[in-house]
């Protein structure tokens, strides 16, 4: 029997035990962090010959030059050619809906002008543009992720960033054409088979064949964690993901086979991730952990599903939904599903999650693929102050500031005073020239 947590709000330790429940120590570990610092170091003096020396040594290639670490866009593009049919054309839906999806999400720049007797003509406003170049990082090796690069990769376009540049690593040499064939259908601009912390060097610093980009996107290992981290303030990223994690509200009312599944989901990504249940039925609990011990034995990652649960599952029995919404708020967890009979009044009740997943046919899965929203969200509680990935991450605001003759001397005498204030003279000066005596 899989010895999944159980907690209730009922007990007098409750607190304490969630406490426990939610610690997540992510720290660094010491020898990645001294390994990607070398790295970024080297990567950042050296160039292209470093990239092209890590790559040999990583990922087992025996490259002479960047040149050979690059493909091209027909190369993409026969990637996408040769999908079987169904694969390519479920690909080819899902970049549809994430598509229409994100380009509802495109800001727009805006302005006013002022009416009043003493400030006519003054103009204030906010300009809209997109970044010049992102880097995206794709996962290689173990795992290949198709899914991300439309996630990443799309959002980077709708918002009409004019250079989109992935590195995916291929150890071995070995090229994943799923990959390859959405690259193809985001609209990707170019492709290095490069990855690691010498790939986030490479976007980062710019080398002779790679150009400095803006902000790097997308997950990884460890290593290219922390060179993110490192990086960043040199160019912007996306954020440092977490573990995954998904949290069931339930109310007794679903398939109990589909809510261990869905815990499933996320516990298959590996040992680290986290399955909650919270449920107002203590029968339905045990529903659910029978149909768990029904299910994991067919399940091909069985190892890492148990492993996750077992170590960082639960099931939180609670009085009542309000209850069970108060916990999910502090939670505030990626992936929230509100497996009830009458979701929709609980939905405007959650306030922090990553995405809310409403009723009993919204799996999670869906959302990683092809529902249309972004599949990268906020992870380790992160959820309180941040959204999920978007059009608009890709897209930086400017100030617009336009002073008439009239409102520069309404202005000018309240910057004045209050530069003055401040002990700044010069900002005073600056604005009491331009008034008229």
């Not at 899902?94 to 003493?118: F, I, P």
């Not at 300009?127 to 173990?142: E, N």
């Not at 998904?246 to 599944?261: E, Q, T």
């Not at 959650?350 to 997943?357: E, K, P, S, T, V």
Request: aromatic share 6%.
């Amino acid at each position: 029997m899989v010895a999944i947590k159980r907690l209730a709000t009922v007990d007098t330790d409750f607190k304490a035990k969630m406490d426990a429940l939610l610690a997540f120590e992510a720290a660094q570990d010491e020898g990645v962090e001294r390994t990607v610092i070398g790295i970024l170091a080297d990567v950042k003096a050296r160039g292209d010959a470093a990239v092209v020396e890590y790559s040999n040594k990583f990922d087992r290639l025996s490259v002479s030059s960047m040149a050979d670490l690059e493909l091209s866009k027909a190369e993409m593009q026969k990637a996408l050619d040769g999908l079987p049919a169904e694969q390519r054309q479920a690909l080819e839906a899902a970049a549809q809906r994430v598509r229409v999806y994100h380009e509802k999400q495109r800001l727009e720049g805006w302005s006013y002008t002022e009416e009043s007797e003493e400030m006519r003509g003054t103009m204030l406003g906010q300009m809209i543009t997109p970044l010049d170049r992102v880097g995206l990082y794709v996962p290689g090796g173990k795992a290949a992720y198709p899914s991300s690069v439309l996630m990443n990769a799309i959002p980077a376009k709708v918002a009409g960033v004019k250079e989109l540049i992935m590195v995916v690593p291929t150890p071995g040499g070995e090229h994943n054409q799923l990959v390859l064939a959405a690259a193809c259908l985001a609209g990707v601009d170019r492709v290095f088979t490069i990855g690691g912390a010498q790939a986030v060097g490479a976007l980062a610093y710019g080398t002779a064949s790679i150009p400095q980009v803006d902000k790097i996107v997308g997950p990884g290992n460890a290593y290219v964690a922390c060179a993110k981290r490192r990086v960043f303030g040199i160019v912007g990223i996306d954020m440092i993901a977490g573990p995954s994690e998904i949290l069931v509200v339930a109310d007794g009312s679903g398939n109990p086979d589909w809510v261990a599944m869905d815990l499933f989901s996320q516990a298959e990504h590996d040992e680290l991730a986290q399955s909650i249940l919270i449920c107002t039925d203590a029968g339905y609990i045990e529903q659910v952990q029978a149909s768990i011990e029904k299910l994991l034995p067919t399940m091909p990652r069985r190892e890492v599903i148990e492993t996750s649960l077992t170590n960082r599952g639960a099931f939180i029995l609670v009085r009542d939904l309000e209850e069970a919404v108060a916990i999910a708020n502090r939670v505030a967890p990626e992936h929230l599903e509100l497996s009830l009979a009458n979701p929709d009044p609980w939905v405007s009740k959650i306030h922090h999650a990553g995405a809310i997943f409403i009723g009993h046919y919204t799996s999670e899965s869906l959302g990683d693929y092809c529902a249309g929203p972004n599949h990268v969200l906020p992870t380790s509680g992160s959820a309180r102050f941040s959204s999920p990935l978007g059009v608009y991450d890709f897209q930086k605001r400017t100030s617009l500031i336009k002073v008439s003759q009239a409102g520069a001397q309404t202005l000018g005498r309240i910057a004045s005073t209050l530069a003055h204030g401040e002990g700044l003279p010069a900002h005073a000066k600056s604005a009491e020239f331009r008034l008229e005596n």
